[in-house]
């Protein structure tokens, strides 16, 4: 018995996590990105709906930034695994435009949460022949405030 204990140590230890429930992702909370922009999303009802406000830290108008509210959905099918998808919509009280955002929400190998994504910035153009120049694209990394 005396000799098993060391054995049973490299074990689980060779084992690693692996038998443990790994740590979950969740959206609801105050995030800070990249740009130091914050967010706070409100609690993800059962069917992925989520609603929270934005509070950017740039602006590409010349306009003063308020907070903006924002609406989204995260994937609640069976194979999310605790890091799940997820997209949102910045409706900018301040300005003309719309951002979508669209993102995976991780685990890191610190045990932190991280959101991940990408997004559009349509700007409101004049006409159609400015199209060409009307959408931004680029990708936040948000961390938990
Ligand atoms: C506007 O300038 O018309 C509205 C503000 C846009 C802010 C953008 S959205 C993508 C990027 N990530 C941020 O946190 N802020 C900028």
């Given at each position: 018995?005396?000799?098993?204990?060391?054995?049973?140590?490299?074990?689980?230890?060779?084992?690693?996590?692996?038998?443990?429930?790994a740590?979950?992702?969740?959206?609801?909370?105050?995030?800070?990105?990249?740009?130091?922009?914050?967010?706070?999303?409100?609690?993800?009802?059962?069917?992925?709906?989520?609603?929270?406000?934005?509070?950017t830290?740039?602006t590409?108008?010349?306009?003063?930034?308020?907070?903006?509210?924002?609406?989204?959905?995260?994937?609640?099918?069976?194979?999310q695994k605790?890091?799940p998808?997820?997209?949102?919509?910045?409706?900018?009280?301040?300005?003309?435009?719309?951002?979508?955002?669209?993102?995976?929400?991780f685990?890191?190998?610190?045990?932190?949460?991280?959101?991940?994504?990408?997004?559009l910035?349509?700007?409101?153009?004049?006409?159609?022949?400015?199209?060409?120049?009307?959408?931004?694209?680029?990708n936040?990394?948000?961390?938990?405030?």
């Amino acid at each position: 018995m005396v000799q098993a204990t060391p054995f049973l140590l490299v074990l689980f230890l060779a084992l690693g996590a692996h038998g443990l429930p790994a740590k979950k992702c969740s959206l609801t909370g105050r995030w800070v990105n990249d740009l130091g922009s914050n967010m706070t999303i409100e609690s993800v009802n059962a069917n992925g709906v989520f609603a929270g406000s934005y509070h950017t830290a740039v602006t590409a108008t010349s306009n003063e930034i308020k907070v903006s509210p924002l609406q989204g959905s995260q994937q609640k099918g069976p194979n999310q695994k605790g890091q799940p998808t997820f997209g949102f919509t910045v409706n900018w009280s301040f300005s003309d435009s719309i951002t979508v955002f669209t993102g995976q929400c991780f685990v890191d190998d610190d045990g932190k949460e991280v959101l991940k994504t990408m997004w559009l910035l349509r700007s409101r153009v004049e006409n159609i022949k400015s199209d060409w120049k009307a959408t931004r694209v680029g990708n936040n990394v948000f961390t938990r405030l």
